[in-house]
């Protein structure tokens, strides 16, 4: 028996070589079906609730290599695509969406920025257009210089360019909320489509399509309600994302002596920790790269590692992280 739990992190799961869209970030249906099958020839599958037992309880254990799959956004694929699939092999996940999606049907920013990528082929494109707003909003919003913002925010990572990374942080989190909604709003409307309603509508899961997920065993938990970087908000403006969300899941009938929060792009901070502490959350999801050790690993503030840590095949060997498992 163990303490350590493999925590993998999902968002797009759908059929990319035929979709509308095949440039956006996600895993193909035919590799997830392949990495399940890994999962379960190397790796004990635990549920959300496995793991918060034995986060309360120092002398719980979980299996050997156990390992939890978690599903971050509430997308229509995770209905369509994950949901059956867990369903026929037994197997559990936990599902996190945010609940401005599910409930007023409008494309949250995120979203936004990510088809925005996936329709572009020319990223130079967006970020000339990008700029140029910019530049018209400087002296209304007291703006920094276009060089600031590059040589904050131009940094590779290891899934996009420093271009991407650009358009994504700018868009996200350096100007001001207002502007770069409306900047966000223009620009979707400009390259991708004007029908908003429509494309919520074919993007997320409906309130009773996680009803019935929950129903067969999965957990819902909380993604926030807007899905912002909670750690750029003002800790009372963090207050009303946690308490919308909670709103959310007890419409749904979750368990709320068990409810966990996935933070939005990972973003979290002191007071973040306070509230979620004060409401009785039962865990939190971080996008720190790491296998979750329940005795080193404040219950708060879990890491996982991605999907493209994994291999996407039955047969493959194991790699690193399930040899660290």
Not at 90 to 102: D, S, V
Request: charged content about 25%.
């Amino acid at each position: 028996m163990s303490r350590r739990v493999t925590i993998v992190m999902y968002h797009f799961v759908r059929n990319l070589r035929h979709a509308r869209y095949p440039e956006i970030k996600g895993l193909d249906t035919a590799n997830f079906a392949g990495q399940i099958a890994y999962i379960r020839r190397h790796y004990q599958v635990v549920s959300m609730e496995d793991v918060i037992a034995a986060a309360r309880d120092s002398d719980a254990e979980l299996p050997e290599r156990a390992l939890l799959l978690t599903f971050d956004d509430g997308y229509i694929d995770h209905y369509t695509n994950v949901f059956p699939l867990l369903d026929r092999y037994g197997l559990t996940g936990a599902f996190f969406p945010p609940a401005r999606a599910i409930l007023e049907r409008t494309v949250l920013d995120v979203n936004k920025i990510h088809f925005l990528l996936a329709t572009v082929p020319d990223k130079g494109r967006i970020v000339t257009a990008l700029e140029a707003e910019v530049e018209a909003a400087r002296a209304a919003h007291g703006l920094e210089s276009l060089g600031h913002y590059r040589a904050t925010y131009a940094h590779a990572n290891r899934w996009d360019t420093a271009e991407v990374i650009y358009i994504k942080r700018m868009l996200q989190k350096a100007l001001p909320e207002a502007l770069r909604s409306a900047i966000i709003d223009r620009l979707f409307r400009q390259f991708v489509t004007e029908d908003e309603t429509a494309f919520a509508e074919e993007l997320y899961v409906s309130v009773e399509q996680l009803a019935c997920m929950r129903r067969h065993g999965m957990h819902i938990g909380s993604h926030s309600y807007d899905h912002y970087w909670l750690d750029s908000l003002a800790p009372a403006e963090q207050e009303q994302q946690v308490r919308q969300s909670m709103a959310f899941l007890r419409e749904l009938g979750c368990d709320m002596d068990r409810w966990v929060m996935c933070y939005p792009y990972g973003g979290y901070d002191a007071s973040t920790l306070e509230i979620l502490s004060r409401h009785g959350c039962a865990a939190g999801l971080t996008t720190e790269l790491a296998i979750a050790d329940l005795d080193g690993s404040t219950p708060l503030k879990l890491p996982r590692i991605d999907t493209n840590d994994l291999p996407r095949s039955a047969d493959a060997s194991p790699n690193e992280w399930t040899k660290a498992a």
